[in-house]
Every structure is written in C-alpha cells, then in structure tokens.
C-alpha cells in the first residue's frame, strides 16, 4: 500500500514562497503520475499541478501558470512562488497508477492521496 506524507505548508504573506514535499513509501507503482491538489472548505478538490514518473511531461492548471512549479527527484516538491490569498487551501499529494500522454486532472484517476498540509497565505 502507497503512503504519501506532503510537508511544507505554512502561514505566509502574500507574494512570499513555499515549497511542498511529498514523500512515497511503502509499494510499488512502475509508472506513476504524480500529482498536487488542492481543496478549501466547502469546494471540490481543484487539480494543481501533475508530472508523469519520468518527469517529461507537466501540467499545470491555469490560475498557477508561472508561478507554481512541479518537480520530482526522489520526492516530488511543488515550489510556489508570489503566492495570493486565493491560494490558501489545504494541498494534497497523489499518485495515479496511470501513466497516459494526458495527464490525469480530476482527482478521481489518483488512486492514494496524502493527508494535506494547510497553506494559508495573508494579504
């Protein structure tokens, strides 16, 4: 059974910085998409970003194009940069066994999903 533990979040200001981390452990996907996402009380879970197991292709959903950046090495991180009020949300990791040219983005294709970590950004 995957395990993922997303670290990073926090209270910022707004055009501050953070980066998440999602941690994998405890199975095997040969080759999974990874994803973040993200959910505010009363809203669905909203696709932020995803990047397949090898890295060559990324998605990013429209409102953090250029701001927002997935990477992976042997964690996937998602660094956010001139962050708005409009941003904070809880911030999920997930992990889809799928591994199509699209890029899955609705949360029901990501079988294992972290427990959150709250991001909240002040104006």
Known sequence: QVQLVESGGGLVQARDSLR??????????????????RQTRGKEREFVAGITWDGGRITYADAVKGRFT????????????????????????ALSRRSEVTIPIMANDYEYWGQGTQVTVSS
């Open 20 to 37: 998440l981390s999602c941690a994998a452990s405890g199975g095997y996907v040969s080759t999974p998409t990874m994803g973040w996402f």
């Open 70 to 93: 997935i990477s992976k090495k042997t964690m996937v991180y998602l660094q956010m940069n001139n962050l708005k009020p409009e941003d904070t949300a809880v911030y999920y990791c």
